[in-house]
């Protein structure tokens, strides 16, 4: 069965940044775009972009471009985000997720990481 | 942008009961709307897409309908395992955006 599993829970300083895995299991790695969503305390859901694992290429949300990187190790089946110049504002569960294609919906979902910025 | 707004954000309800959630986009996205179930502390957990299409292993209780900015998710007759937090998504263009949810309750 497809498995999303997620790196453990972080504290991180503001202003340092955050690097957040990704496992895949259970399906072709490189098949399936892999998206990272992002929800605060109370908040609603919020998309920060995808990264295709087959070639490489990513797309991020104008809202993170500068701040977030997406990378992918094709040899352990396993996406990152990096989140830099954190805020407090960063504080939230980051999830993975994956879609057959860049225009289509999410089949699958982490389990979250959540990641607090506190001074 | 496009904004997704769901009603109502809280509803409560009895086993058995029939619900309806809706959800409005602010622009056409045709029919590119899909529906997720959040329970606390797991994975978000793919319903319908494409509006109306039933995902493999989804209780047909749940149904959805709609096109264009007016869509809604209707649970008939509502089962224990079906308290949860529901929200909907766009996926007709980027940046992908979603409903603010909808928590079932029990009544």
């Known amino acids: 069965q497809v498995q999303l599993v997620q790196s453990g829970a972080e504290v991180k300083k503001p202003g340092a940044s955050v690097k957040v895995s990704c496992k895949a299991s259970g399906y072709t790695f490189t098949g399936y775009y892999i998206h990272w969503v992002r929800q605060a305390p109370g908040q609603g859901l919020e998309w920060m972009g995808w990264i295709n694992p087959y070639s490489g290429d990513t797309y991020y949300a104008q809202n993170f471009q500068g701040r977030v990187t997406m990378t992918r190790d094709t040899s352990i089946s396993t996406a990152y985000m990096e989140l830099s110049r954190l805020k407090s504002d960063d504080t939230a569960v980051y999830y993975c997720a994956i879609s057959s294609g860049s225009y289509s919906y999410f089949d699958y979902w982490g389990q979250g990481t959540l990641v607090t910025v506190s001074s | 942008d496009i904004q997704m707004t769901q009603s109502p954000s809280t509803l409560s309800a009895s086993v058995g009961d029939r619900v309806t959630i809706t959800c409005r986009a602010s622009q056409s996205i045709s029919s590119w709307l899909a529906w997720y179930q959040q329970k606390p502390g797991k994975a978000p957990k793919l319903l319908i897409y494409?509006?109306?299409s039933l995902e493999s292993g989804v209780p047909s209780r749940f149904s959805g309908s709609g096109s264009g900015t007016e869509f809604t998710l209707t649970i008939n007759s509502l089962q224990p395992d079906d308290f949860a937090t529901y929200f909907c998504?766009?996926?007709?263009?980027?940046?992908?955006?979603f409903g603010q949810g909808t928590k079932v309750e029990i009544k």
């Open positions: 998504q766009q996926y007709n263009s980027y940046p992908r955006t």
């Open positions: 494409k509006a109306s």
